[in-house]
């Protein structure tokens, strides 16, 4: 059974930092598409940052030059480091796997597994 679990939101002032963690298991995404979406609340769940099974990232414009995507595949773990974090940073983060190298990095549709969330909170 594939399990994600994320782990390391929490609350913080703008401009500090959180890291956040995705750790798999029941299967290896090391060659496969990983990514980070959020959900603040009344809004649909968005795209964040994307890994490509060739290690290509991809950001979404409001936090480019600020959040990194990276992935550790010896822990089959997937990452996010956040920086200068802003009021509307605030929601629940997602990780996100596929089983295939296909799909587009931003599009939820790519993805075959997801895990439960974590909150980040990011006080003004």
């Known amino acids: 059974q594939v399990q994600l679990v994320e782990s390391g939101g929490g609350l913080v002032q703008a401009g500090g930092s959180l890291r956040l963690s995705c750790a798999a298991s029941g299967r290896t995404f090391s060659s496969k598409p990983m990514g980070w979406f959020r959900q603040a609340p009344g809004k649909e769940r968005e795209s964040v940052a994307a890994?490509?099974?060739?290690?290509?990232?991809y950001y979404t414009d409001s936090v480019k030059g600020r959040f990194t995507i990276s992935r550790d595949n010896a822990k089959n773990t997937l990452y996010l480091q956040m920086n200068s974090l802003k009021p509307e940073d605030t929601a629940v983060y997602y990780c996100a796997a596929s089983e295939t190298r296909s799909g587009r990095p931003f599009d939820l549709y790519t993805y075959n597994y997801w895990g439960q969330g974590t909150q980040v909170t990011v006080s003004s």
């Open positions: 890994i490509s099974w060739n290690s290509n990232t």
